[in-house]
């Protein structure tokens, strides 16, 4: 069993940044693909971004493209979205997720993939 937990969220002002960050424990050691994605009220919950073991390769989504990092620290079982230039429509709850399994690339977007989730934090862009 992996046990997720994001860090806080908070209120940013658009253009502004935030960093959110994802610890696993448990059997952390068996993550091979880790995720962020993200909820807006009303709106089904849609794929931000992933990151393999191994190779590292990032994989975004086009709306967070050039804006949003994905890295991750294996030392430290930690995985990290750093988000810049944000925009209203980037508010909504983030949820860090996580699976054992080697995902292509295809199937890095598909929440139905991820095993693991943490409880989600809210992040809130406006002025």
């Known amino acids: 069993q992996v046990e997720l937990v994001e860090s806080a969220g908070g209120w940013v002002q658009p253009a502004g940044s935030l960093r959110l960050s994802c610890a696993a424990s448990?059997?952390?050691?068996?993550?091979?693909?880790a995720a962020w994605f993200r909820q807006a009220p009303g709106k089904e919950r849609e794929f931000v971004a992933a990151?393999?073991?191994?190779?590292?390769?990032?994989y975004y989504a086009d709306s967070v493209k050039g804006r949003f990092t994905i890295s991750r620290e294996r030392v430290n079982n930690m995985v990290y979205l750093q988000m810049n230039n944000l925009k209203p429509e980037d508010t909504a709850v983030y949820y860090c997720?996580?699976?054992?399994?080697?995902?292509?690339?295809?199937?890095?977007?598909?929440?139905?993939?991820?095993?693991?989730w943490g409880q989600g934090t809210q992040v809130t862009v406006s002025s």
């Open positions: 997720a996580a699976t054992s399994s080697s995902l292509i690339l295809s199937s890095m977007s598909n929440k139905g993939r991820y095993d693991y």
């Open positions: 990151i393999r073991r191994g190779d590292g390769h990032p």
């Open positions: 448990g059997r952390a050691s068996s993550i091979y693909t």
